[in-house]
T-cell receptor, first 115, second 110 residues
Framework: GAVVSQHPSRVICKSGTSVKIECRSL??????MFWYRQFPKKSLMLMAT?????????EQGVEKDKFLINHASLTLSTLTVTSAHPEDSSFYIC???????????FGPGTRLTVT | GQNIDQPTEMTATEGAIVQINCTYQ??????LFWYQQHAGEAPTFLSY????GLEEKGRFSSFLSRSKGYSYLLLKELQMKDSASYLC???????????FGTGTKLQVIP
C-alpha cells in the first residue's frame, strides 16, 4: 500500500513555457503533500507543503508565482512551473502523508529539462 | 536554522559492515529518518527513530542519541545493490515537515 505516482516522469519544454506535474496518492487519502526539488548529487530541498483545500506553504526563497501548487483533492496535488527557464531544470519529487503518520511516501520523481 | 551533516561519500567492500553517521542541529525534533536513494529514483524509507537507542531491521540498523544530536545507519553483510545514497532527515515538527541532509553516497566494491 501507500503508493504515490507522478506524471510525467520526464518532460522537456522550451524556455518561457509552463509545465504541470501531477502527484497522486493511489491507494490512500493524503492530508498533506510535499514538493521537493533535487539538483544533481545534492539532497532534496523542500519547496512547499500543501494541505488539501488550503493554500500551499512555501519555503523561504521559493517563488510562489513561479511554482504554482494546487491541492484540489485528497489524492491529487499539482505543481506548475510557469515561464520555465533552463535553471529550473531539475528532478522534482513529491511525497504524501497521512495525518498522524510520520512517514512520507515518495513519488518516483519527474525530471524536467528546460531548453 | 536547520543543520544536518553527513559524510559526502563512503566506500565499503561487499560482505562487510559500514556505518554512516549523521549529526544534526535543528530548532525542533520529533524524529529522525533514514532513506535510501538510488540514482535517478525517489527515496525509499529505511527507518524512523524517535527514542534513543538502536533499532534493528534485518541487515539495516539505525541508532539515535537525542542528547548528542547524532544518529548512524549500520549496514551489515553489504551487497552490491546497497550502492546508493543514504539520506538522513529530521522531522522537526509542524505539518510533518522534514529537512534532509546532503546524503552519503555509498559505493560497494567487490
Amino acid at each position: 500500500g501507500a503508493v504515490v505516482s507522478q506524471h510525467p516522469s520526464r518532460v522537456i519544454c522550451k524556455s518561457g513555457t509552463s509545465v504541470k506535474i501531477e502527484c497522486r496518492s493511489l491507494d490512500f487519502q493524503a492530508t498533506t503533500m510535499f514538493w521537493y526539488r533535487q539538483f544533481p548529487k545534492k539532497s532534496l530541498m523542500l519547496m512547499a507543503t500543501s494541505n488539501e483545500g488550503s493554500k500551499a506553504t512555501y519555503e523561504q526563497g521559493v517563488e510562489k508565482d513561479k511554482f504554482l501548487i494546487n491541492h484540489a483533492s485528497l489524492t491529487l496535488s499539482t505543481l506548475t512551473v510557469t515561464s520555465a527557464h533552463p535553471e529550473d531544470s531539475s528532478f522534482y519529487i513529491c511525497s504524501a502523508s497521512l495525518a498522524g503518520d510520520y512517514e512520507q511516501y515518495f513519488g518516483p520523481g519527474t525530471r524536467l529539462t528546460v531548453t | 536554522g536547520q543543520n544536518i551533516d553527513q559524510p559526502t561519500e563512503m566506500t565499503a567492500t561487499e560482505g562487510a559492515i559500514v556505518q554512516i553517521n549523521c549529526t544534526y542541529q535543528t530548532s525542533g525534533f520529533n524524529g529522525l529518518f533514514w532513506y535510501q536513494q538510488h540514482a535517478g529514483e525517489a527515496p525509499t524509507f529505511l527507518s524512523y527513530n524517535v527514542l534513543d537507542g538502536l533499532e534493528e531491521k534485518g541487515r539495516f540498523s539505525s541508532f539515535l542519541s537525542r542528547s548528542k544530536g547524532y544518529s548512524y545507519l549500520l549496514l551489515k553483510e553489504l551487497q552490491m545493490k546497497d550502492s546508493a545514497s543514504y539520506l538522513c532527515a529530521v522531522d522537526s515538527g509542524g505539518y510533518q515537515k522534514v529537512t534532509f541532509g546532503t546524503g552519503t553516497k555509498l559505493q560497494v566494491i567487490p
